[in-house]
């Protein structure tokens, strides 16, 4: 496999320089990146240093780096043009278009796409957090009228992360119930989810890779058997059609996806934008 | 307010394309953008659906709308050309220098970015994050010899929110420890954190803000009065000082600011690179 170095600039967190720069280095699946990212280069000194970071790895490696910068200052970003790399610079190159397009110049402050931009929205999320922890696995069901939604589904079908990431990433309040053998056994849907029908969402899985979940948490006795994952699978399946509950099968998603599908398959509305 | 919509358009979940996006749009304070956000757009007919509405907006609004494209595939990339909007093109802009600097051509798989590539890591950033709620204030100590970092700080500091980041984003297994008016009165370290000093790490935050953040959760009592909260974060910064804990003052930081800036000041490594 061929190797090469990746460098994330970044005046702030360096999070939207990784996102893209994955993004783009997915569709090279024949190499293999060392990845380094470089955070809060706000100051020439922090530039000059990443500078020489770059051409270390470039002269010991004998390749030449790969550089996403998300860098807004031009003083800053102009410095690395001379740097031994491909520089890739997401700012530069829409912000253009983009200022034409609005015929207004852009602020050109350092990126605050993962700063505190509004206490409100913060709060919001925070709120949403604690909602989704304090909600977590059926603990509460007092305030479920508070929820945009509420999972349901088998032990470890994914809703506990499913919940903390449409909280934190939208501010969605999330809560989620397990659904227990009992249910299973008789096919109704639990005396407490009933006056939320309308909130509810199904996860399910593959019994396959269930197994293997649960085996890493639990391996002996029955939690983690073939037998009883696929007892209560079904079960978990037939309470969904039975009552209709828009459901989705995680198995070949992540956390990401199954909350994207979430959002754009109910009346869910995120709370924040980002 | 100058009004514009913008459209986030992906083959996936659209999170790589609202990042791009909101780290462009910032830039931008004198206008308002109405966000749209058109995910899993992977056959000929969605993308179709999709250029009626850009146009839709477009004869409604009488501004062409901004288009952020996440699109993988050239033959629905190119429909886009032609509808009534600034096209921004994050794949096409991008891939080709990749392909030329790499000498090897993408994959054009439809972007990963935000799928499960890799079942392992998806399973350590559920145990990461299963570890995160079930070390969540002070909850439990008998597995600190598991964590990667322990944060401490008096009642809504932030701890929370930020274990969760930490365990979701990088897979670091993050616990957190609330220091409570004993410890902060003797100004000593709790014994349960004395074995592990070198993993600590501290978060405080302005008073004013910290009152206001208190009063929201519960108005009445003292628990969000000025004086009892000055004592607090008093005990704790006096706390970090002298044991020579790392700390950060958060009051200006988004959780991902927190998270990025733990990383990149203490040994802690990150476990996936998402």
Do not use: W
């Amino acid at each position: 496999m061929a190797h090469r170095t990746v460098f994330f600039l970044s005046d702030q967190t360096g999070v939207t320089a990784e996102t893209l720069g994955h993004s783009l280095l997915t569709q090279f699946e024949e190499h293999e990146f060392d990845q380094i990212t470089l955070p809060f280069i706000d100051s020439v000194d922090k530039a000059e240093a990443a500078i020489r970071h770059i051409n270390a790895v470039s002269s010991e490696t004998g390749a030449r780096p790969i550089i996403f910068s998300t860098l807004v200052h031009e003083d800053l970003r102009n410095r690395f043009l001379h740097a031994s790399g491909l520089f890739l610079d997401f700012f530069k190159t829409f912000l253009g278009p983009l200022e034409q397009e609005l015929q207004a110049k852009s602020s050109l402050t350092s990126g605050r796409a993962h700063g505190i931009s509004d206490t409100g929205k913060y709060d919001e999320r925070i709120e949403a957090t604690n909602f989704a922890i304090n909600y977590d696995d059926g603990g509460s069901t007092v305030g479920y009228d508070k929820a945009d939604v509420i999972l349901i589904g088998v032990s470890r079908s994914g809703k506990t992360p499913t919940c903390l990431y449409l909280a934190m990433h939208y501010g969605i309040f999330a809560a989620n119930y397990p659904l227990a053998e009992d249910d299973l056994e008789t096919g109704e849907l639990p005396r407490v989810l009933r006056p939320f029908r309308d909130k509810l969402y199904g996860l399910t899985i593959d019994p396959d890779r269930l197994v293997q979940i649960r085996k890493e948490r639990r391996a002996a006795g029955q939690y983690a058997s073939p037998k009883q994952v696929t007892f209560e699978l079904r079960g978990a399946e037939a309470m969904f059609r039975k009552y209709q509950i828009p459901h989705i099968n995680v198995t070949s998603f992540s956390v990401e996806e199954i909350s994207s599908k979430i959002l754009s398959s109910t009346n869910v509305e995120r709370r924040i934008n980002n």
